[in-house]
Nanobody, 117 residues
Framework: QVQLVESGGGLVQAGGSLRLSCVAS????????MQWYRQAPGKQREVVAT???????YSADSVKGRFTISRDNAKNTVYLQMNSLKPEDTAIYYC???????????WGKGTLVTVSS
């Protein structure tokens, strides 16, 4: 069992920045794909950014050029640096880890990001 704990959310004005962190327990972090998802009120959860076990990154078109995902395997931590935040970025942000087996798929409880205009 893997536990994920997100932190770093909060209230920020449009144009501001936040850095989210997600710390994972267990021993599969370095061999896992890490993702950040978000879910805005009344909307479906969507993937924001992905980082593979070897460091390859992918971002949703809506956040390209503004958000950066990174990982520190020594700390079992994945980060999401969010710059130039917009009100439409307001959502609960969730961390997800996918290990090498299909049953290795775990979620954090989320951290709320609110961007005021």
């Amino acid at each position: 069992q893997v536990q994920l704990v997100e932190s770093g959310g909060g209230l920020v004005q449009a144009g501001g920045s936040l850095r989210l962190s997600c710390v994972a327990s267990g021993s599969i972090f370095s061999i896992s794909v890490m993702q950040w998802y978000r879910q805005a009120p009344g909307k479906q959860r969507e993937v924001v950014a992905t980082i593979t076990s070897n460091g390859g990154t992918y971002s949703a078109d809506s956040v390209k050029g503004r958000f950066t995902i990174s990982r520190d395997n020594a700390k079992n931590t994945v980060y999401l640096q969010m710059n130039s935040l917009k009100p439409e970025d307001t959502a609960i942000y969730y961390c997800n880890i996918r290990g090498p087996r299909p049953d290795m798929n775990y979620w954090g409880k989320g951290t709320l990001v609110t961007v005021s205009s």
